[in-house]
């Protein structure tokens, strides 16, 4: 256990800070992404129930952090996930359903947001819990921490993707990435499966990116109606 007066303390504050900056954008991607659909009065709910989601999951994770990254194959199933959301994410919005009820768009973001947090928050949980050496109350600070990074991030990007749509795509393509990553650190591979391979874990993450980018661009081409060829043709007749 740490002690507050401590440089040792000091220190595990300033990495665990580091820590939630570098690993906390990613998940302020995905709060963003999957409220991008909302209208304006909601964006700020749907941020803030599915940061309160993601923090209560965060919080569950830290205590079972190192065991939850032994089990095999669960960061291929997490990364196959985060593929999955970043594809949906892409597609376009589909205009015939624009009067949904707002409480189940809502509740629809709010869903995303849980479920992407609770893979991506896997390394970020075991990054706090090692710098914290033990101090649960360095753990509850890390969380804290994260908190406004998360929700400001969030909203940063959520301004962006409004005036930037290439943003979506790149959002996207970070999904994918991460979860590349994901997949070739999972303990169930054998240990010397990548090992004469340099660099093969970026070599996973670009293959993740573009893969996420090319099937939803793929799909989103294909959801695409061609009413639009459509009226210009008959407007050639």
Request: charged share 15%; with cysteine.
């Amino acid at each position: 256990m740490l002690d507050i007066s401590t440089a040792a303390f000091w220190i595990a504050v300033a990495q665990i800070i580091l820590i939630d900056i570098l690993l906390g954008g990613d998940n302020a991607v995905v709060i963003a992404l999957a409220c991008r659909k909302l209208p304006d009065e909601q964006r700020k709910k749907g941020i803030f129930w599915g940061v309160v989601g993601a923090i209560g999951l965060r919080i569950v994770l830290i205590f079972f952090a190192l065991q939850l990254l032994a089990v095999p194959w669960l960061k291929v199933v997490g990364a196959l996930l985060l593929f999955w959301i970043g594809v949906k994410l892409l597609l376009p919005e589909d205009d015939a359903h624009g009067d949904v009820a707002a409480s189940t768009t809502l509740a629809g973001a709010i869903k995303t947001i849980i479920v992407a947090d609770a893979v991506m928050s896997l390394d970020n949980v075991i990054a706090v819990a090692g710098a914290a050496n033990g101090s649960m109350l360095l753990v509850v600070f890390g969380i804290l921490v994260s908190i406004p990074i998360v929700v400001w991030g969030s909203q940063l990007v959520l301004k962006l993707m409004d005036r930037y749509p290439i943003v979506i795509t790149a959002g996207g393509a970070l999904l994918g990435w991460i979860g590349g990553g994901m997949i070739v650190t999972d303990p169930a591979l054998p240990p010397n499966l990548l090992s004469g391979i340099p660099y093969a874990k970026t070599i996973a993450a670009v293959l993740g990116a573009v893969l996420v980018v090319a099937i939803g661009k793929w799909l989103a081409a294909r959801a695409t109606p061609p009413a639009a060829v459509e009226l210009t043709d008959s407007s050639k007749g």
